[in-house]
T-cell receptor, first 114, second 116 residues
């Protein structure tokens, strides 16, 4: 158990809908990262938050947004869903924004868009 | 931009034997970290081993060791005395050591099968 909790574990929804994925980082970790894992794109970095502020942005679509709350949990919002958004979405956390620390991953949320 | 390449989509090994998974990367940075992550069928991403670029000594974690060739930009993973529980997808990953973006850049992965 990495200490990073993601909910829900599975999500099935229809095209055009909006969903919210939730992540609770390890106790004490200030940095949260979101990754998408799909068959065609592999594992891709989406976005990073550090202590409530956006720190880095990767290949995140405009239909997607994220935030980190004062209690340090994070949510990834996916809207106007398309079939191609079906993927495994991982959250990872680390103590700081970088440096000599490693990120610990949650078990992921499997999103299926039908 | 940094890239990570894993040229072996699949590998297999007999139980108790040794296998080496290959990884090459491209970067213009001098300060960075390299990682191997394991993803078993449970989907959990598990850190196997890490290497700091400034360290010449190859990292070792029990049965797992790396061969880090900085000039060649090569970072292979050796698994000794392979066990059935080692069967998983293995990802090589790169992370910058400086600046403000500490994202991980992953390779496409190598699926390792362990035969009894």
């Amino acid at each position: 158990d990495s200490g990073v909790t993601q909910t829900p574990k599975h999500l099935i929804t229809a095209t055009g809908q909006r969903v919210t994925l939730r992540c609770s980082p390890r106790s004490g970790d200030l940095s949260v990262y979101w990754y998408q894992q799909s068959l065609d794109q592999g594992l891709q970095f989406l976005i990073q938050y550090y202590n409530g502020e956006e720190r880095a942005k990767g290949n995140i679509l405009e239909r997607f947004s994220a935030q980190q709350f004062p209690d340090l949990h994070s949510e990834l919002n996916l809207s106007s869903l398309e079939l191609g958004d079906s993927a495994l979405y991982f959250c990872a956390s680390s103590p700081y924004a970088g440096g000599n620390t490693e990120a610990f991953f949650g078990q992921g949320t499997r999103l299926t868009v039908v | 931009a940094q890239t990570v390449t894993q040229s072996q989509p699949e590998m297999s090994v007999q139980e108790a034997e040794t296998v080496t998974l290959s990884c090459t990367y491209d970067t213009s940075e001098s300060d960075y970290y390299l990682f191997w992550y394991k993803q078993p069928p449970s989907r959990q991403m598990i850190l196997v081993i890490r290497q700091e670029a400034y360290k010449q000594q190859n990292a070792t974690e029990n049965r797992f060791s790396v061969n880090f060739q900085k000039a060649a930009k090569s970072f292979s993973l050796k698994i000794s005395d392979s066990q059935l529980g080692d069967a998983a997808m293995y990802f090589c990953a790169y992370r910058s050591g400086g600046g403000s973006n500490y994202k991980l850049t992953f390779g496409k992965g190598t699926l390792l099968t362990v035969n009894p």
